[in-house]
T-cell receptor, first 113, second 113 residues
Framework: DAGVTQSPTHLIKTRGQQVTLRCSPK?????VSWYQQALGQGPQFIFQ???????QRGNFPDRFSGHQFPNYSSELNVNALLLGDSALYLC????????????FGPGTRLTVL | AQKVTQAQTEISVVEKEDVTLDCVYE???????LFWYKQPPSGELVFLIRRNSFDEQNEISGRYSWNFQKSTSSFNFTITASQVVDSAVYFC??????????FGQGTRLTINP
């Protein structure tokens, strides 16, 4: 049983560019959450998708957007990249329900130059 | 608002010592869930334990144990007879009726041989 997978592993972009990160959830999970983890910090919640809708959003600007597909996989898009967007982007999946733990993927390391 | 505080930024011990990682949380919700995750150098967050607000029983799993005390809003994690493989960053996290995980800043644990 594959766990949460993310692609790409690493990415280098320049300021102003746009980026798309991808996530495939663990089998049987229908909820996908995205987190941003800056160096030396704890992960910060970006948003969560369930039934192809954004269910909840953290304090991130509209430059951050997402999508969930019918097979529950998800994309995170970031427009007009800033240097401060450099971070590890983590995807987590879970069955729906607040009780359930989230399982994390290995992350995508984004560097903005 | 929800908040998690891990006051210990870094801990360094010699192998076989016992070590306790502190976690203090804040929430006004009466129903909530607490988690511990381990983040090795590879970057992937590994789920360790979940505890709900109605269950104050301590838990032991091998060399790991967790002490949940609602009276002090704490959920501490102890590693007994530490090993080099325990070296990682450990995060405490809180989830309430909202779906997002709120993480602490993390504690970097180094076990020296």
């Amino acid at each position: 049983d594959a766990g949460v997978t993310q692609s790409p592993t690493h990415l280098i972009k320049t300021r102003g560019q746009q980026v798309t990160l991808r996530c495939s959830p663990k089998s049987g999970h229908d909820t996908v959450s995205w987190y941003q983890q800056a160096l030396g910090q704890g992960p910060q919640f970006i948003f969560q998708y369930y039934e192809e809708e954004e269910r909840q959003r953290g304090n991130f600007p509209d430059r951050f957007s997402g999508h969930q597909f019918p097979n529950y996989s998800s994309e995170l898009n970031v427009n007009a990249l800033l240097l401060g967007d450099s971070a590890l982007y983590l995807c987590a999946s879970s069955p729906s329900g607040a009780y359930n733990e989230q399982f994390f993927g290995p992350g995508t390391r984004l560097t903005v130059l | 608002a929800q908040k998690v505080t891990q006051a210990q930024t870094e801990i360094s011990v010699v192998e076989k010592e016992d070590v306790t990682l502190d976690c203090v949380y804040e929430t006004r919700d009466t129903t909530y869930y607490l988690f511990w995750y381990k983040q090795p150098p590879s970057g992937e967050l590994v789920f360790l334990i979940r505890r709900n607000s109605f269950d104050e029983q301590n838990e032991i799993s091998g060399r790991y144990s967790w002490n949940f005390q609602k009276s002090t809003s704490s959920f501490n994690f102890t590693i007994t007879a530490s090993q080099v493989v325990d070296s990682a960053v450990y995060f405490c996290a809180l989830k309430t009726g909202a779906q997002k995980l709120v993480f602490g800043q993390g504690t970097r644990l180094t076990i020296n041989p």
